[in-house]
């Protein structure tokens, strides 16, 4: 099982451009996650899903968007890319039981530059 | 001020020495997270605990919840034990909160 899969690994975006960043999982878990970290701070919560055809904001989804057509996919949009939005990604998921029973899984991470 | 916060924030140790990491939290909480970040950037998932104490390998990883702290020991460290150390905790929404981390290096 390869768990979950982020790519790109690395991305230099113009301000302006837009991308998308691909998360996949083979463990079927129904929860998904976009984070953002950032030196110096904790991981921010960008969006959410807790079941395809399902999304919700989190802590910082201005200049994000997400879809989830499918279990396994958690595509993460930037439609305008801004400096700002210079950070490493992660996605992440876990069974969604809500408790102690449910660790994170974590992709490598897409580490993303805008100039 | 964050919900979670974890002390140091650098910690350089040699090789063997007796490692801490701490992480105090100001919210009720389902469960407490301890993750691995290394250089090569993935984060993995050491510990997942509500109260007492769990051990894997030289790693002890402690709780307590009446005083909103938690702490991460390593026991005769290594240099391969150099990562950030990420405190995070589930709280009472089912929302996951972060620790800025800790950066261990650890010298032969």
């Known amino acids: 099982n390869a768990g979950v899969t982020q790519t790109p690994k690395f991305r230099i975006l113009k301000i302006g451009q837009s991308m998308t960043l691909q998360c996949a999982q083979d463990m079927n878990h129904n929860y998904m996650y976009w984070y953002r970290q950032d030196p110096g701070m904790g991981l921010k919560l960008i969006y959410y899903?807790?079941?395809?055809?399902?999304?919700d904001k989190g802590e910082v989804p201005n200049g994000y968007n997400v879809s989830r057509s499918t279990t396994e996919d958690f595509p993460l949009r930037l439609e305008l890319a801004a400096p700002s939005q210079t950070s490493v990604y992660f996605c992440a998921t876990d069974e969604g039981l809500g408790s102690y029973n449910s660790p994170l899984h974590f992709g490598n991470g897409t580490r993303l530059t805008v100039t | 001020k964050n919900e979670v916060e974890q002390s140091p924030q650098n910690l350089t140790a040699q090789e063997g020495e007796f490692i801490t990491i701490n992480c105090s939290y100001s919210?009720?909480?389902?469960?407490l997270h301890w993750l691995q970040q290394h250089p090569g950037g993935g984060i993995v998932s050491l510990f997942m605990l509500s109260s007492g104490k769990k051990k894997h390998g030289r790693l002890i990883a402690t709780i307590n919840i009446q005083e909103k702290h938690s702490s991460l020991h390593i026991t005769a460290s290594h240099p391969r034990d150099s990562a950030v150390y990420i405190c995070?905790?589930?709280?009472?929404?089912?929302?996951?909160?972060f620790g800025a981390g800790t950066r261990l290096t650890v010298k032969p």
């Open positions: 899903s807790v079941g395809a055809g399902i999304t």
């Open positions: 995070a905790v589930r709280n009472n929404n089912n929302d996951m909160r």
């Open positions: 919210v009720g909480i389902s469960a």
